[in-house]
């Protein structure tokens, strides 16, 4: 009984023993938090320089970025109620989905002089192309080529037609924009380039150039505009456009370019086919001219960004040079610790 003990008391003295039943991590630098570290001590004189270095470098760049968006000069023109004749205006959807003519006339005043290249955009408001339903009903495998155009499962409600499958399928295509817009500048006809408006990676992977329309808007409900059946996807660049969904429900959408030069001054005569139905969801139309800069277009967000940063920036260096020299302070002062400001801790 006794041998026993002892050789039970000696084999818990083993150091392996005691080794593996111990809850103690092994030893690293890394979980011990030992490896080498950069440990900055935030003085007053870095703090300072680094919020003026920052204000330095901002407020010039956010100046810059609001010259820039100045430069590009923009024409707005909303037209989705002025082109509803005034007896329609009561029922606007009936008057949009009749048959009715759509024409309307509009007239533009350039009033300041445009560079070449001038981008013409139709901008829609309260369109939320980015809901889930609306984003997934499509099928990129059948754009890309014509052997999966029967892969239709995610297009659905406009996945087939009198039981043949649509190319394009979904409702992104299905919804495809059809205002028309010809332009005069002066009474001489303005020519809108629509080539070269998608972005070139859509054209060479996301659309093939053997892949045609079939069965398109022939459903028992017409959603926007038509294709050509014998020009492949991967040339049908307004469709390519409105296929790469907005994020937000106002967004822009390219519709051509004008490659001459617009004076002060010129009146644009505007014609335009308003046949898109944004009256269902009280969606608002306009037509938009817009020069770039080489910020892009017209936003002073990312100037104004910069401003108030550097702003805030540049007022907390003055307010800690201000602390600072009002009120120094040694580096490292004991006084300064809690329980020798209040003894005892009281």
Known sequence: MSTNTASSSAGSGDPSTAR???????????????????????????????????????????????????????????????????????????FIQGASPKACNRTLTVTKRMKQPIYVYYQLENFYQNHRRYVKSRSDSQLRSPKYENQISACKPEDDAGGQPIVPCGLIAWSLFNDTYTLSRNNT???????????????????????????????????????????????????????????????????????????????????????????????????VLSTTSWLGGKNDFLGIAYLTVGGICFFLALAFTIMYLVKPRRLGDPSYLSWNRNPGGR
């Open 189 to 287: 006809p303005l020519a809108v380039n629509k080539k070269g408006i998608a972005w070139k990676s859509d054209k060479e992977h996301k659309f093939g150039n053997r892949v045609f329309p079939k069965n398109f808007q022939k459903g028992n409900l017409t959603g926007g505009a038509t294709l050509k059946s014998d020009i492949p996807l991967s040339e049908q660049e307004d469709l390519i456009v409105w296929m790469r969904t907005a994020a937000l429900p106002t967004f822009r959408k390219l519709y051509g370019k004008i490659e001459t030069d617009l004076e002060n001054g010129d009146t644009i005569h505007v014609t335009l086919q308003n046949n898109y139905n944004t009256y269902s969801f009280s969606g608002k139309k306009k037509l």
């Open 20 to 94: 593996k039943n111990s809850k103690r991590p092994k030893y690293s630098k890394f979980t011990q938090q030992e490896l080498p570290a950069c440990k900055p001590i935030l003085t007053p004189g870095w703090v300072i320089s680094t919020f003026l270095i920052v204000s330095v470098v901002f407020i010039p760049l956010g100046v810059i970025s609001l010259f820039a968006s100045q430069d590009v000069v923009e024409i707005v023109d909303r037209y989705d109620n002025d082109c509803i004749p005034a007896p329609a205006r009561t029922n606007k959807v009936a």
